[in-house]
């Protein structure tokens, strides 16, 4: 999740791409939290390049997206904050793995609250203005923001581990995937009315 992905809904031409994005997003969550649930109960060269990885393609992924919204739509303020705390985000994972997983888990958990407020937000705001696919991203914003304060009570914890980062991400990526299914499927009875 951690990601303020709620997007307007693309012009007939462009929702390919942004179902591909979406689909993209789920795959990639999915390897991610595969590979970080196995290295999960420390932190170690991998898992250290994975925590740093994730927001990367997040700010890459929002940057796409900010691409087909000015495209289609203008620019999306959402999605230049989620950049700004994604990239914000990866610094501060940078410095967090050599002070440990509970630094990590904070410094998760901030950007799990703040990124899944915006999300929140910019889906309630758009869905407001009739887009379809937009629900499991708001709904994925709201969750966002719990799961993101469940991650900072953790790093107090002396059994933390990695494992529910895997567990968020794969969930955000699921998210993605039904969002990227509702958009074919809108395009499809689109399509079907000859609109």
């Known amino acids: 999740m951690a990601s303020a992905t709620a997007t307007p809904v693309p012009a007939k031409d462009d929702s390919g791409s942004l179902r591909r994005l979406y689909f993209l997003r789920f795959a990639f969550a999915t390897v991610w939290a595969v590979l970080v649930f196995a290295s999960a109960r420390s932190l170690n060269p991998l898992s250290a390049t994975l925590l740093v990885i994730y927001p990367l393609f997040d700010v890459a992924c929002a940057v796409l997206d900010i691409r087909s919204a000015k495209a289609n739509h203008g620019p999306v303020r959402g999605l230049y904050a989620n950049v700004a705390l994604s990239a914000l985000t990866t610094a501060a994972l940078v ?44 709904l994925s914003g709201a969750i966002s923001t719990f799961a993101g304060a469940s991650f900072a009570a953790q790093a107090a914890k002396a059994n933390a581990s990695l494992g529910a980062l895997a567990g968020y991400a794969f969930l955000g990526g699921v998210f993605f995937l039904v969002s990227a299914l509702r958009l074919r499927r809108q395009s499809d009875r689109t399509e079907r009315l000859g609109v």
Not at 95 to 113: N, Q
């Open 95 to 138: 410095a967090a793995v050599t002070s440990g997983l509970p630094a990590v888990l904070r410094v998760w958990g901030a950007w799990a609250i703040t990124a899944g407020a915006v999300q929140l937000i910019v889906g309630a705001v758009r869905r407001r203005r009739g887009m379809a696919g937009q629900w499991p991203m708001i």
